[in-house]
């Protein structure tokens, strides 16, 4: 596919010009887009590398000038989606996503259908902040520990799914639960519209997200009556390092949230109107970089092992 990618998408590109579909500049922008797509789907190259396609080749095609293609890539939405990566790592990395897992299935009332309930509402309060892949691959262990311990084998697929879709449907709850979320913030500003900012959002997305677990829960646990109580892992005590974690991203989602509600935000109250969501996201990331974990006096709370898998 290295050599192949470029080829197909040169000829498909000729084809429809050939064929008088596009104009001469818009056919050169699908080509660009579909060599771009077909190494990513591919993985010919690392994907940040095959994104790197279209800041090389629109400008030297004269399709749009260096200037407005790199400020495509460093704009704000963009910015705040990798703050938002990389906060979420630093998540990981402490293991306190899995202590709130834990708390929030918990909490929920005793039986079966209810177990369901909570891994559900976990997942999605988990993936509003963090990637629903990664929010899935750490919930899943703890949910095939309960199926395996539970006598009732009709909760398996009810549990798995549950998992799977509130993972999606956690994502619509907040502005970096997903990358959509951003592009169409991004693309209803450029339509003329007002900014929507992170709390604005969440009067939307969060809503949603509740009547849409509710809804797939009730539905998946329909055929579940079992009252058994299911032993859950002891996530043991807290750790310092769980503790400055959540304490940093409490703090940003405070900050994400009241940047321009109430009463103009503290972007008003502070006289700063220039800040936004990226600036929050990054000063949080620094933070994290600066703040000791607490294992070991090197030891940062995010480091660069960690941040580089994003």
């Not at 502005?175 to 339509?191: F, Q």
């Amino acid at each position: 596919m290295l050599v192949l990618g470029p080829l197909l998408a040169t000829g498909v590109s000729t084809l429809i010009y050939n064929f008088g579909l596009l104009e001469m500049d818009a056919t050169i922008t699908l080509g660009i887009a579909l060599w771009t797509a077909l190494w990513w789907i591919f993985e010919t190259v690392p994907i940040p590398v095959a994104s790197l396609l279209p800041l090389s080749l629109l400008p030297l095609f004269g399709i749009l000038s260096p200037k407005v293609v790199g400020e495509k890539y460093g704009h704000p939405l963009v910015l705040l989606l990798l703050g938002g990566f990389l906060l979420s790592k630093a998540m990981e990395k402490s293991g306190a996503h899995r202590r709130i897992a834990l708390m929030m299935v918990n909490a929920c009332p005793s039986g079966e259908k209810f177990l369901i309930l909570g891994f559900m509402t976990a997942t999605a309060f988990l993936s509003m902040w963090i990637s629903n892949t990664a929010t899935t691959l750490m919930m899943l262990p703890m949910a095939l520990a309960v199926i395996q311990s539970s006598q009732n084998k009709k909760l398996t697929i009810p549990l798995l799914l549950g998992i799977a879709f509130a993972a999606n449907v956690g994502g619509i709850g907040t502005p970096i639960g997903t990358p959509p979320n951003l592009v169409m913030i991004g693309a209803y500003k450029d339509m003329g519209f007002p900014e929507l900012s992170f709390s604005q959002w969440m009067k939307f997305g969060v809503p949603v997200t509740i009547i849409m677990v509710l809804v797939i829960w009730l539905w998946l646990s329909r055929g579940i009556t079992g009252k058994n109580q299911i032993e859950l892992p002891n996530p043991g005590n807290w750790q310092s390092a769980e503790i400055r974690t959540l304490a940093v991203f409490a703090l940003t989602a405070l900050a994400w949230i009241s940047r321009s509600e109430p009463f103009g935000g503290w972007k008003t109250w502070l006289d700063l109107p220039n800040a936004n969501d990226a600036s929050v996201a990054f000063l949080a990331v620094i933070a994290l970089f600066c703040i000791p974990s607490g294992n070991s006096k090197k030891d940062r709370l995010l480091d660069w092992k960690t941040a580089n898998k994003i």
